[in-house]
């Protein structure tokens, strides 16, 4: 696998307060590579599923490569509608194994969403673990079974605020050898 360049995270929509710098300054820490982040603009009604009043996150996903990601780095595109994969009811993001981009979507997040106050501290470090997760795919790490690593399975928001946004050790070491 050719070594990365950098990591482009995109916004499609508007996430308030630039979420997306102030998350790339983590992500670059976490993967020690350049983040660059910008806005992207793309049409997301036709990955709507109206049986399913969500969006198709494998469509979006291979749309996002097709159109925004390049060959010499990772690219994260940011979403703000509730994304689905046939087997799945929801999920938080999608990534291609080993591959060049991810997607997140910042949907289900909030506290708000769960009756709860909202907490902008809570929703930014439940993207950021979600970006560090969809981007450790990328690089080829699987889902991991220490709960406190970042790459541990999150089913529930519950379960993104009970891990770390960091790699656990093996997890570092796998990754150190991917890039």
């Given at each position: 696998?050719?070594k990365?360049?950098?990591?482009?995270?995109?916004?499609f929509?508007?996430?308030?307060?630039?979420?997306?710098?102030?998350?790339?300054?983590d992500?670059?820490?976490?993967?020690?590579?350049?983040?660059?982040?910008?806005?992207?603009?793309?049409?997301?009604?036709?990955?709507?599923?109206?049986?399913?009043?969500?969006?198709?996150?494998?469509?979006?996903?291979?749309?996002?490569?097709?159109?925004?990601?390049?060959?010499?780095?990772?690219?994260?595109?940011?979403?703000?509608?509730?994304?689905?994969i046939p087997?799945?009811t929801?999920?938080?993001?999608?990534?291609?194994?080993?591959?060049?981009?991810?997607?997140?979507?910042?949907?289900?997040?909030r506290?708000?969403?769960?009756?709860?106050?909202?907490?902008?501290?809570?929703?930014?470090?439940?993207?950021?673990?979600?970006?560090?997760?969809?981007?450790?795919?990328?690089?080829?790490?699987?889902h991991?079974m220490?709960?406190?690593?970042?790459?541990?399975?999150?089913?529930?928001?519950?379960?993104?605020d009970?891990?770390?946004?960091?790699?656990?050790?093996?997890?570092?070491?796998?990754?150190?050898?991917?890039?």
């Amino acid at each position: 696998m050719m070594k990365p360049e950098h990591i482009t995270l995109i916004s499609f929509g508007y996430f308030g307060d630039n979420l997306p710098v102030k998350i790339g300054h983590d992500i670059e820490s976490e993967f020690l590579i350049p983040v660059t982040t910008k806005e992207g603009h793309l049409d997301v009604s036709e990955f709507y599923n109206s049986t399913r009043n969500q969006y198709d996150g494998n469509l979006l996903l291979k749309e996002v490569e097709n159109r925004f990601a390049a060959n010499t780095h990772k690219t994260l595109a940011l979403f703000n509608v509730d994304l689905f994969i046939p087997i799945l009811t929801y999920i938080f993001g999608q990534a291609f194994l080993k591959g060049r981009c991810a997607i997140v979507s910042v949907y289900r997040l909030r506290n708000e969403r769960y009756g709860i106050p909202s907490d902008e501290v809570v929703f930014q470090e439940r993207v950021l673990k979600e970006v560090i997760h969809e981007l450790g795919h990328t690089f080829g790490l699987i889902h991991c079974m220490d709960p406190g690593c970042v790459m541990h399975s999150s089913t529930y928001v519950e379960d993104i605020d009970q891990k770390s946004r960091h790699f656990c050790g093996k997890c570092k070491t796998e990754l150190k050898h991917a890039k």
